[in-house]
């Protein structure tokens, strides 16, 4: 069935070093694809999105990249800090206005 | 902060028992998306709400019931609770066509109803 899936479940970076968070989606039917920060005890948060027409985004410290012929999808956040330490999830649609399918996570720990 | 509110915070029910579970879209949007997110999981899809009608389903039992409101709020229900109902539940308020701001893709959470089922 459909899925999206990270490549790492944990990543730890130094404090003003980039990290890359990766994403593996498997419905090549999806058209758009969001990254959301979850911290402890909240709900997930917007980070950055993009449609499947694009294949790069930037935002505040962040890029994101879709790679259609390999279905792959990565955040990247430059300059880390301490605040971004969170869970990272991607998610997909297939459908405008339809669901999201989440993957399970990659939890990100940025050491000072 | 999104602008979506939900309630309770927390809920503790026990086996068998029924639970609603409320939700405030932000301002401007007609749509209202439930999830469920079980520990260390990635949230799952249960139902959205447009125009006050089911708009679409994922995996969950007939047990799991919601409705939207004219002012786009939103409940979720779920009856005859079960142990595996522990979780997190999210909602997620979006635009879709005919809202004031026409059809929007992203889905903006708010911060969850964590529910106990013993």
């Given amino acids: 069935g459909e899925s999206v899936g990270l490549h790492l479940p944990t990543l730890s970076v130094q404090e003003g070093d980039n990290s890359i968070i990766n994403c593996a989606y498997s419905n090549s039917a999806s058209d758009y694809f969001i990254w959301y920060k979850q911290e402890s005890g909240k709900g997930p948060q917007f980070i950055i999105d993009i449609r499947s027409n694009m294949d790069k985004r930037q935002g505040q410290r962040v890029t994101v990249l879709l790679n259609k012929t390999v279905k792959h999808l990565s955040l990247q956040i430059a300059a880390t800090q301490p605040g971004d330490s969170a869970v990272y999830f991607c998610a997909e649609r297939s459908n405008q206005g339809g669901k999201l399918i989440f993957g399970q996570g990659t939890e990100l720990s940025v050491k000072p | ?118």
């Fill in chain 2, 1 to 118: 902060e999104t602008g979506v509110t939900q309630s309770p915070t927390h809920l503790i029910k026990t086996r068998g028992q029924q639970v609603t579970l409320r939700c405030s879209s932000q301002s401007g949007h007609n749509t209202v998306s439930w999830y469920q997110q079980a520990l260390g999981q990635g949230p799952q899809f249960i139902f959205q709400y447009y125009r006050e009608e089911e708009n679409g389903r994922g995996n969950f039992p007939p047990r799991f019931s919601g409705l939207q409101f004219p002012n786009y709020s939103s409940e979720l229900n779920v009856n005859a609770l079960e142990l595996d109902d522990s979780a997190l539940y999210l909602c997620a308020s979006s635009s879709l066509a005919g809202g004031p701001l026409g059809s929007t893709d992203t889905q903006y959470f708010g911060p969850g109803t964590r529910l106990t089922v013993l």
